[in-house]
């Protein structure tokens, strides 16, 4: 919550996006904070027009999948913003399970991916661990939006 607080009152925009892949979902352990959460990153004014062009280079520079802008939902599944804090997340249904290659260079942000039944994350992500590692803390809202916009194939 400190860097939530700090994010605030100091000011940061980013966005990221939640990849679904039939009934899969794509998760991130990041490092900072140590939790599960989806790819995303900080605005770059220099390299961005949009916050939809920061989940989309997030979403390459740290995963090294591609996407086409647009076959993402420009509905956000979350979007949060107060004080001089501005977070928003996209959602893309892929229609062949990518191969995850990030960029070496960004490496030190996260630490592995895994993929996991959307019914089932809780479960999946706690039961296949070693240890246990916690969700971001916006993410049980987050799956949340995300099941009630989609249907399964």
């Known amino acids: 919550m400190k860097a939530l607080y700090k994010y605030i009152t100091e000011g940061y925009s980013g966005a990221g996006i939640i990849i679904t892949y039939k009934d899969e979902v794509l998760f991130q352990l990041r490092k900072h904070p140590l939790s599960w959460a ?73 630490i592995k991916y895994k993929w996991v039944k959307i019914n089932n994350y809780r479960q999946e992500l706690n039961n296949r661990e070693k240890k246990h590692y916690p969700l971001y803390f916006f993410v049980s809202y987050q799956m949340k939006e995300l099941k009630r916009r989609i249907t399964f194939s």
């Open 38 to 110: 989806f790819i995303g990153g900080g605005y770059d004014k220099a390299k961005d027009n949009s916050f939809l062009d920061t989940a989309i280079r997030e979403l390459y520079e740290e995963s090294g999948i591609k996407i086409n802008k647009e076959e993402i939902d420009k509905n956000p599944i979350h979007s949060l913003g107060f004080g001089k804090y501005k977070w928003i997340l996209f959602h893309i249904s892929l229609t062949n399970r990518p191969t995850i290659n990030g960029d070496k260079e960004y490496s030190d942000e996260y």
